[in-house]
């Protein structure tokens, strides 16, 4: 089953406008990271948040965590064509090591 | 260079026909991870190891098997009980162990049956 579960499941914008993300999960958590896809490849890592954190900065990226909500969002601050690719989070449950995937957003960038 | 390295890339087989795809990774990792991803969908954890020896099922074992003698290396087998093997494979891995961070993916392997 999938842990997580992104919404929306597809994002269109234009280059320079915010891109926001959103994933909630069923189980209590170590942590939730985020990844991206592009088309055919392997996923690469963007950012880990703990569950003792609730914000989190990297560069143009900012992840929130709320854990009483089990939920957590990527928001993408002035986009370019380059983040064209698909979004997914990820969470491994307490006391394992148990990596479980949403569904993933795709998001298109206009140049 | 560090990394994980999947083969093949792609790889076509008959109904019926065992094929085994190959993860082998230079990290000094303890765990390794097998999923699946259909097209337009998101992964679906098949098998993880979180030491030599040792591995776990995750949400769809049934059909495939793994083994993990070696440290360095974790390949999956999609028997032919697996019903419908047509699908994008990812090999991950990390350090293991609680609080363990990121994930590191191979390219993948394209398996199509046919």
């Known amino acids: 089953s999938q842990q997580g579960e992104e919404d929306p499941q597809a994002l269109s914008i234009q280059e320079g406008e915010n891109a926001t993300m959103n994933c909630s999960y069923k189980?209590?958590?170590?942590?939730l990271q985020w990844y991206r896809q592009n088309s055919g490849r392997g996923l690469v890592h963007l950012i880990l948040i703990r569950s003792n954190e609730r914000e989190k900065h990297s560069g143009r990226l900012r992840v929130t965590l709320d854990t009483s909500k089990k939920s957590s969002s990527l928001l993408i601050t002035a986009s370019r064509a380059a983040d064209t690719a698909s979004y997914f989070c990820?969470?491994?449950?307490?006391?394992?090591?148990?990596?479980?995937f949403g569904a993933g957003t795709r998001l298109t960038v206009k140049p | 260079d560090g990394g994980i390295t999947q083969s093949p890339k792609y790889l076509f087989r008959k109904e019926g026909q065992n094929v085994t795809l190959s993860c082998e990774q230079n990290l000094n990792h303890d765990a390794m991870y097998w999923y699946r991803q259909d097209p337009g969908q998101g992964l679906r954890l098949i098998y993880y190891?979180?030491?030599?020896?040792?591995?776990q099922k995750g949400d769809i074992a049934e059909g495939y098997s793994v083994s993990r003698e070696k440290k360095e290396s974790f390949p999956l087998t999609v028997t032919s009980a697996q019903k419908n093997p047509t699908a994008f494979y990812l090999c991950a891995s990390n350090r293991g162990a609680i609080n363990t961070g990121e994930l590191f993916f191979g390219e993948g392997s394209r398996l199509t049956v046919l």
């Open positions: 189980t209590s958590i170590n942590n």
């Open positions: 190891s979180q030491i030599v020896n040792d591995f």
């Open positions: 990820a969470t491994d449950t307490l006391n394992n090591n148990d990596m479980r």
